[in-house]
């Protein structure tokens, strides 16, 4: 026990080393301007966040984000999730569904984007999006987690008289839990980079939005500011989502 | 009922337990291939034959890759015999099964980790979509000793504890069979030898036909009524044994000098498979 925390201690403080040689060094090239003047030192970065005139700014893209956000991995995350318990449960779907999605997942949204903005418009895209690339990896997690239940738990439940949607529903939903947790921590980078991607296409507003027009203008603050907070609100989702999979691993495993 | 023997079984002719017993389950002339991986087939089991009367316990010793498992697979519906027919009370085995009326019990426990012991328990009932009787898991929970233990975990209990949670479960329905596959083959040598007096305790209480499988000799004499020896591959009955031992048994039966005789002889047929076959 003793052991596992003190290399748990070990592993913290090399990461904060890490992290503290990182933005020592950010600040060194921007400070001396070795990389030119779209380097800015992370303090010009940090004291641009932390004027509360630009607050407002900030809130609304992040707002507009979150919000497309959080649509469009929701609707990824039940479809993914469905879609893949539906082919679990018709089996002679199974092939044709594990094709459409890694053919949905092969297309680059890059490409899909102008597409989406014609179909769709400016407003959805970005949901839209999100929801392919949440889609594809929730499908994936909640597939290989309803294939790899434990095969005496599916012997046991086959002796007891158990039909195939009670086994589902008593013993491959709950077992796959914890992959589809998993699963869910791996989408939300992906679906933020479905969100951003969207909105750089002409979304009305956004993190996207701001980093392409502070791109365009050149206003280097800004745009180093909005890379930061996309990373941050990444970072947030991966870590909370991250606890969650541990709750719903400690829950069902 | 049409009594069907097996070439081997004419060998050492069967004498039943009570005489005028009912067969419970029939298994006659069963042949079990399976296709492996490489396309090639492997006899698990060739002409295959053995009954147990109603309310016996019968014990299927043998070492591991002899069948005896795949003996218990087929009566427990999860495989299928090639050749050979399966029954149980005169039906097929999933036929109880889809009626919830066989209890079972593995090695491994096969318990449910996201539930506690209770819901492990209940288990049974809500698969077979009956309303759970709360007097009767508790009964036995009681009866396994893990009052007190109800709302623990799975893998908050230790290795025989998890067992005694997978007898109760496998009782909770009063099944019509139990079979039980190598249940305390991943426990230590003390707390099988005490899950094993458990067990002979309980059974002697309820006296459900039971089919064990396993390869501990003491194991297969303390707790059936008769001793099936088989050897492998192909699967077949190399000695049969009644035990005369009274029930319920007390655990000094195991001390006795006719216990010791009777496991050498069941070792002894154990390590030279064609021995009793003259």
Known sequence: ?253 | MKKMRGRLSTVHPVPSVGPQAPTAISVSEVTKKFRLDDGRELTALEGMSLELTTGSFVALLGPSGCGKSTILRLVASLEVPSKGVVAINGQPPAELAASHRLGVAFQDHALLPWLDVRANVELPFRVAGQAVDRRRVQDLIDLVGLAGFESARPKQLSGGMRQRVAIARALVLQPEVLLLDEPFGALDAVTRRQMNIELQRIWSERRITTLLVTHAVDEALFLADRVIVMSGRPGRVVRTLDVPFARPRQPDVMRSSEFHRLSDELTDALDSPSGSLG
Do not use: C
Not at chain 1, 80 to 106: E, N, Q
Not at chain 1, 176 to 182: G, M
Not at chain 1, 218 to 236: E, R
């Open chain 1, 1 to 253: 026990m003793r052991k596992i925390r003190s290399e748990r201690a070990v592993s913290i403080l090399l990461g904060i080393t890490g992290i503290g040689l990182f933005l020592a060094l950010w600040e060194t090239i921007g400070q001396f301007r070795l990389l030119g003047l779209s380097w800015p030192p992370i303090t010009d970065v940090l004291a641009f966040l932390q004027d509360p005139s630009r607050w407002p700014l900030f809130s609304r893209a992040l707002g507009a984000t979150l919000e497309a956000l959080v649509l469009g991995y929701i609707i990824g995350l039940f479809a993914g999730v469905l879609t893949a318990m539906a082919a679990y449960l018709l089996p002679p779907f199974k092939p044709g569904l594990d094709r459409t999605s890694a053919f949905i997942h092969a297309v680059p949204s890059i490409a899909l984007a102008p597409l989406l903005i014609i179909f769709l418009g400016r407003n959805s895209t970005p949901s839209a999006l999100a929801a392919l690339s949440t889609f594809f990896v929730l499908y994936v997690a909640t597939s290989s987690g309803l294939a790899s239940t434990e095969r005496q738990w599916d012997d046991l439940l086959r002796v007891l008289g158990a039909s195939r949607l009670v086994r589902f529903r008593r013993l491959n939903f709950p077992a796959a839990l914890p992959t589809i947790a998993s699963g869910m921590r791996l989408a939300a980078p992906a679906s933020l980079i479905g969100v951003i991607v969207g909105e750089w296409f002409g979304a009305p507003r956004g993190i996207g939005v701001l980093i392409i027009n502070a791109m365009q203008n050149f206003q280097i603050p800004l745009l180093w500011s909005a890379v930061l907070l996309t990373v941050l609100v990444s970072l947030m989702l991966f870590g909370a989502l991250g606890f969650f999979h541990t709750l719903m691993a400690e829950r069902f495993r």
